[in-house]
C-alpha cells in the first residue's frame, strides 16, 4: 500500500459534470457517482499526465504533488522510500521511462555562446543567406584531381551522404514503443522539413514505406523488421548498439502490446514478446561491428551511409574511434538524460555520462587520431531547446536527435508511463481507443513548427555570432565559454571560462 | 457550400464537441452559467455516436434532399440561399414531423421555451461552428463539400460560403 503521488483537486464550483475527465482517463481516475451524477476523482491512480486537466473545458481540474511526505532526513525521501514499499511488495525491478529525472547538472545551461561586437560585425539572418545544410557521412581527408586539357576532375571518390536542412533530427523511437500514428508523423514531418527520423528497432511500418527516403532505418540486437528491402528503403541504416537511457542492457516490447500490424512489421507471432538482447550476438569485438557494417553496405550496395549509435559511457572516445576506424559513416552518441519508453530505473538514473562531456571527448579524440573527418557525429540525449543544439555542433557534433523534445511537440507531457501502454495523449500506447487521440496531421504541424523555431533560433545565434554558416561553428569550442564549471570540466570540454580572452 | 465533416478515425469521443454547442446555444453562451444556472438546460443540437472504439459527432447533414423539409408543415424548415437547411423557429409549431423523418436524428425537441425543432444553425454568430473549433483533435471539419451541393428547391448559389 502506498499513498498516492499526486492529488487531484476537483474544484465543485466549476465542475459542470460534463464527463471529459472520465472519457479522457486511461488510468480510471475519474468516475461519475450513479446516484449523483457527479464526478469524483480517486487520486491514487492519478500519474498526473495532465490530460484532464488540459481537456477539462471548466479549468476545474488541478493535481498537484501529494504534498503528504514521509519525515525521514534527506537521505530517507518519500521518494526514496516509496521505491523501497513498491519492491518489498513486488520484489521486482523497478520500471520507469522517458528520460531521468534526477537533478543531474545540466552543462549546456554553463556554457555560454559568443557574440560579434565591433571588430567583427554581426550579421542579420532575416536579411541576409544563413546557411543550415548539413551533410552526415564520410568525408575524404583530401581531395585528389587530376588533370584533363584544360580542365581538372576530381577522382576522389565521396561516401554517400545524408543531406540535412537543418542540423535536426528525430531520434530513434520504435513502433510498437509509439504508436503508428506518432510515427507517421514524425515521418512527415521529417520529410517537410527535409530531415530524417528514425524508425528505432521496430521496423518499418508497410503505410510508412512512402516516408522512407527521409527515414533513417534501424538494426538493432533483435533484428526487428529487417529484410533487404527495409535497409534499401531507408536513407541510411543505423547499427543501436546502445541508447542512452539503458546503456547495456536490451530492450522488452511486452506482447500485449505487439498486435497483429507490430506483428507483421517486426516479423515475430501476434502476443509474443519482443525481446532486444543486451547485446549483438555476432558483435562482440570492433572486428565483429566492422563486419556487420560490411554486411550491411554489402547488402545496400554501397549506396547508404552506416550509422553506429551508442550510449554515452565511460569509454565512448576509444569506442568511437574503433566504431570510425570499423567503416561507419555516422557515430551517435546518446547521452544520460536520453528518453526510453521502458527502462529499469536504476540504469535509467545512474548508467551513462552526459552527453556534453561524451561528445567532447569524442570529438577530442578523433581529430588527435586525425580521423574526424572519417565519420560525422550525432549527438543525442535531452536537447531542450534551440541553444544546447547550437553548443553541441560548437562542441563538435554535425548534427542532434530530438526525441522527448519531440514527443513534447506531439503533446507528450513526461508522465514517465510509457511502459503503461495507457499514454492518454496517444503516443506511446497501442490502444486504438487511445491512438485515435493522436491526429498525426496535428502532430505533423506541431513537429514542423518546432523544428522551423529551433532552426530560426539557431540562425539568430549564428548571425550573433557573426557566422554565416553552421558548417563555421562546428567543433568551434572557442566560441563558447564556461560558466560555473570546475577547472577539469572546462579541460575536459576543451572550453574557456567565461571571463577569459583568446 | 460549407458544411461540417467528421473523421471517424480522429475522433477520440471526448464529447467536447457537445458541450460546447451546449454553450453556445444557452442564453449567456458562458458555459458555467449553461451549465450551472440556466434551466432548463440548453440543448446541444449534435450527437455523439459511439459504439466500441468508434465514434465520431453527427449534426444536420443538410440533405440534398432533407426529409424535414418536406415534412414541415409549418414552413419553418427551410433552406438558406447557400443550401443550409435551416429551422425558423418564429414559424416552428412543434409538430416534431421533421424529428420523425430525419434519417440521422439529429433534430431534437426543444422545450426549453417556446416549443420547437432544435437542430445545428452553424453557429451564425461565430465564423467556425462552437463544436468544430473545440474539437481538440480536429476531428470535425468545416469546409466546403467536395462535391458542388445541387440545389435542391431554393435558388441556391453553390460556393457562397455560409450564411451570415
Redesign the interface.
Known amino acids: 500500500m502506498l499513498f498516492s503521488d499526486y492529488q487531484v483537486k476537483r474544484d465543485a464550483a466549476?465542475c459542470?459534470?460534463?464527463?471529459?475527465c472520465v472519457?479522457?482517463c486511461a488510468f480510471e481516475v475519474h468516475s461519475t457517482d450513479a446516484d449523483t451524477g457527479t464526478v469524483e476523482s480517486d487520486s491514487s491512480k492519478c500519474v498526473s499526465c495532465l490530460r484532464c486537466a488540459t481537456?477539462c473545458?471548466?479549468q476545474a481540474i488541478t493535481i498537484d504533488k501529494n504534498e503528504l511526505q514521509v519525515r525521514g532526513e534527506n537521505n530517507w525521501s518519500t521518494r526514496t522510500l516509496k521505491n523501497i514499499w513498491k519492491q518489498a511488495e513486488t520484489g521486482g525491478v523497478l520500471l520507469t521511462a522517458m528520460g531521468t529525472d534526477r537533478n543531474f547538472k545540466i552543462i549546456w545551461d554553463h556554457l555560454l555562446i559568443d557574440a560579434a561586437q565591433v571588430t567583427n560585425p554581426s550579421i542579420d539572418p532575416l536579411r541576409e543567406p544563413m546557411e543550415l545544410r548539413t551533410y552526415l557521412g564520410s568525408k575524404p581527408s583530401r581531395i585528389e584531381f587530376v588533370r584533363e586539357r584544360s580542365t581538372y576532375r576530381a577522382t576522389t571518390v565521396i561516401r554517400p551522404q545524408l543531406q540535412l536542412r537543418t542540423p535536426i533530427m528525430f531520434g530513434a523511437m520504435s513502433y510498437g514503443a509509439i504508436s503508428l500514428n506518432a510515427c507517421r508523423a514524425l515521418a512527415q514531418a521529417a520529410q517537410e522539413l527535409g530531415t530524417y527520423c528514425n524508425t528505432g528497432e521496430g521496423g518499418l511500418h508497410r503505410s510508412l514505406y512512402p516516408y522512407a527516403a527521409s527515414t533513417i532505418v534501424q538494426v538493432a540486437s533483435g533484428r526487428f523488421g529487417v529484410t533487404t528491402e527495409y535497409l534499401n528503403a531507408g536513407a541510411a541504416i543505423e547499427i543501436k548498439v546502445g541508447q542512452g537511457a539503458k546503456p547495456g542492457i536490451g530492450g522488452h516490447l511486452p506482447g500485449k502490446k505487439v498486435t497483429e500490424d507490430i506483428s507483421r512489421t517486426r516479423m515475430i507471432p501476434v502476443g509474443s514478446d519482443a525481446i532486444s538482447p543486451a547485446p549483438h550476438h555476432d558483435i562482440y569485438s570492433i572486428e565483429e561491428l566492422a563486419q556487420l557494417i560490411g554486411a550491411l553496405k554489402e547488402a545496400t550496395g554501397h549506396a547508404k551511409p552506416i550509422s553506429v549509435k551508442i550510449a554515452a559511457v565511460h569509454n565512448s572516445a576509444a569506442i568511437a574511434s574503433g566504431i570510425a576506424r570499423a567503416g561507419a559513416d555516422i557515430i551517435a552518441i546518446d547521452g544520460v538524460r536520453g528518453g526510453t519508453g521502458a527502462a529499469p530505473t536504476r540504469t535509467r538514473d545512474n548508467v551513462g555520462i552526459p552527453i556534453e562531456l561524451a561528445l567532447a571527448a569524442v570529438d577530442a579524440r578523433l581529430r588527435e587520431e586525425g580521423i574526424r573527418s572519417r565519420v560525422s557525429v550525432v549527438a543525442a540525449g535531452g536537447f531542450t531547446n534551440a541553444a544546447d543544439v547550437l553548443k553541441a555542433i560548437a562542441l563538435g557534433a554535425d548534427a542532434v536527435y530530438l526525441g522527448s523534445a519531440a514527443l513534447a511537440a506531439m503533446g507528450c507531457h513526461q508522465c514517465q508511463k510509457c511502459y503503461s501502454g495507457k499514454c492518454n495523449w496517444?503516443i506511446a500506447t497501442q490502444d486504438?481507443?487511445l491512438v485515435?487521440?493522436?491526429?498525426p496531421?496535428?502532430a505533423t504541424r506541431r513537429l514542423v513548427n518546432l523544428v522551423r523555431a529551433w532552426s530560426h533560433e539557431i540562425q539568430e545565434l549564428l548571425g550573433g555570432l557573426g557566422i554565416n554558416a553552421i558548417e563555421s561553428v562546428r567543433g568551434n569550442r572557442l566560441r563558447l565559454r564556461g560558466f560555473d564549471l570546475h577547472e577539469h570540466e572546462l579541460k575536459l570540454l576543451d572550453v574557456k571560462q567565461a571571463g577569459e580572452s583568446l | 457550400m460549407k458544411k461540417i465533416f467528421f473523421r471517424e478515425e480522429y475522433c477520440m469521443a471526448c464529447r467536447l464537441c457537445e458541450i460546447h454547442c451546449l454553450t453556445e446555444h444557452s442564453r449567456s453562451k458562458k458555459i458555467l452559467k449553461a451549465y450551472k444556472e440556466e434551466f432548463p438546460q440548453a440543448l446541444p443540437r449534435l450527437v455523439v455516436e459511439q459504439k466500441g472504439i468508434g465514434s465520431f459527432a453527427l449534426q444536420c447533414r443538410h440533405c440534398s434532399e432533407a426529409p424535414c423539409l418536406a415534412a414541415c408543415s409549418s414552413g419553418a424548415m427551410q433552406r438558406d440561399a447557400d443550401g443550409h437547411v435551416l429551422c425558423n423557429t418564429d414559424k416552428c409549431a412543434g409538430c416534431w414531423m421533421c424529428v420523425m423523418v430525419c434519417p440521422f436524428g439529429v433534430i431534437r425537441r426543444d422545450t426549453t421555451g417556446q416549443t420547437v425543432a432544435a437542430k445545428c444553425d452553424l453557429c451564425p454568430d461565430r465564423d467556425e461552428p462552437a463544436c468544430v473549433a473545440a474539437c481538440p483533435n480536429e476531428a470535425l471539419v468545416y469546409c466546403h463539400a467536395t462535391v458542388p451541393a445541387p440545389a435542391a428547391g431554393a435558388g441556391t448559389k453553390a460556393g457562397k460560403g455560409r450564411r451570415r
Do not use: A, H, M
Not at chain 1, 16 to 20: A, D, G, R, S, W
Not at chain 1, 436 to 439: G, M, T
Open positions: 466549476r459542470i459534470n460534463c464527463e471529459v472519457r479522457q481537456l473545458p471548466t496517444g486504438p481507443y485515435k487521440r493522436l491526429n496531421d496535428i
